[in-house]
């Protein structure tokens, strides 16, 4: 899962992020069962900064962006494969 920051607020002055989430990941063999590979995790960051910084089709630029138009200023990659729910 990625995790990018905007500069902008919901209406109740909350700050907006957008996400990304990454299916057939895989965790470090030998090491703990939910942690990233490495290797994976750099692919992951630089593919989600290129969307920060653009895609470009020679006429038009194409930036990571939510359905009201806030654009990702930053990211932050997950480190975890699984997504973890604690019992209360």
């Known amino acids: 899962m990625v995790k990018f920051s ?3 607020f919901s209406t109740r002055n909350h700050p907006i992020y ?8 895989h965790n470090i063999q030998g090491g703990p069962s939910d942690t990233l590979a490495s290797a ?3 692919v992951i960051d630089t593919y989600s900064t290129a969307w920060i910084t653009g895609f ?10 939510g359905p009201r138009g806030a654009v990702a200023l930053t990211r932050t ?4 494969v699984r997504h973890r729910d604690f019992r209360s």
């Open 6 to 8: 905007t500069d902008q």
């Open 18 to 25: 957008l996400y990304s989430w990454f299916h057939s990941v």
């Open 40 to 42: 994976q995790k750099t």
């Open 56 to 65: 470009s089709d020679g006429t038009n630029t194409y930036h990571r962006a």
């Open 77 to 80: 990659t997950s480190p975890v």
